[in-house]
């Protein structure tokens, strides 16, 4: 399997939602098995089949973080020597040239895009037409809604 690009943060809030579930999501339904089972008749009873169908559920998202985790590229921005340049972990400013509108992203895993805040998936048109981009570029984005052209007003690795 090929290496996935994660930032530091992003490996932590994994970190953090497989300790959680193991330590607490897991030992709660196994108890919410044990109290279906003990109310008899096992085919007609609706609270089993939620409890197993919860159980299947995080059973499966330990095995999908387990896996990304283990071929997971962890990369910290504040170590990036980019010399400028737009790359996988980096705070990109950016002026809307049809609008004037600045944003600011931060190009990061798929797991972590959050447009809310700020932060947009390594595999979005807006980050692939920044990638190898430096201050003062122009960026055109093939979008959904046509052609943008963004140009870049700074680059940070924070």
Do not use: H, W
């Not at 953090?16 to 085919?43: F, K, Y």
């Not at 283990?70 to 705070?91: H, K, Q, W, Y």
């Not at 509108?101 to 998936?121: L, N, P």
């Amino acid at each position: 399997m090929n290496q996935i690009p994660i930032t530091v943060k992003g490996a932590e809030l994994l970190k953090a939602e497989l300790q959680r579930l193991r330590s607490v999501d897991r030992p709660a339904v196994i108890q919410a098995i044990a109290e279906a089972r003990a109310q008899g008749d096992l085919s007609e009873n609706a609270e089993y089949d939620a409890a197993k169908e919860r159980q299947s559920f995080i059973e499966g998202r330990i095995a999908e973080i387990e896996a990304k985790l283990s071929n997971a590229m962890i990369i910290d921005p504040a170590t990036l020597n980019a010399e400028g340049r737009c790359v996988f972990g980096a705070t990109v400013e950016v002026e809307d040239l049809d609008s004037g509108e600045v944003s600011t992203y931060q190009i990061v895993g798929d797991d972590e895009a959050d447009i809310k805040s700020g932060k947009i998936s390594i595999g979005s048109p807006i980050a692939r037409a920044l990638i190898g981009k430096v201050e003062g570029d122009v960026a055109e984005v093939v979008a959904p809604g046509g052609l943008r052209s963004y140009e870049i007003l700074s680059v940070k690795y924070i």
